[in-house]
């Protein structure tokens, strides 16, 4: 199993940007898609972002399109979420997640492993 951990959250005023980072912990992370998925309080928990294991393929829910971008540094073991022009309805705490395989999706049941999770908070 994966381990991974995320930084970057905080509290932001709208329009503002910020870039969260999942650290893994396993070598064999190059070889599994990533995916960025957030919860907002008294909601679903909702599939953001997703890269394929290479880094070439990306997907984005269409609230985000445009405004956030998902990355990848295989040689660090780590993917990126760069989020810019921030809304309040961006608020949530953002978890980062390993997939099974490295095809990217949108389904929370293709990733086996999961972070703690770091908040974003954006004011209006």
């Known amino acids: 199993q994966v381990q991974l951990v995320e930084s970057g959250g905080g509290l932001v005023q709208a329009g503002d940007s910020l870039r969260l980072s999942c650290a893994a912990s396993?070598?064999?992370?190059?070889?599994?898609?990533m995916g960025w998925f957030r919860q907002a309080p008294g909601k679903e928990r909702e599939f953001v972002a997703a890269?394929?294991?290479?880094?070439?393929?990306?997907y984005y829910i269409d609230s985000v399109k445009g405004r956030f971008t998902i990355s990848r540094d295989n040689a660090k073991n780590t993917v990126y979420l760069r989020m810019n022009s921030l809304k309040p309805e961006d608020t949530a705490v953002y978890y980062c997640?390993?997939?099974?395989w490295g095809h990217g999706s949108p389904r929370a049941d293709d990733f086996g492993s999961w972070g703690q999770g770091t908040q974003v908070t954006v004011s209006s």
């Open positions: 997640a390993a997939a099974l």
């Open positions: 396993r070598r064999t992370f190059s070889d599994r898609a």
């Open positions: 890269i394929n294991w290479s880094g070439r393929n990306t």
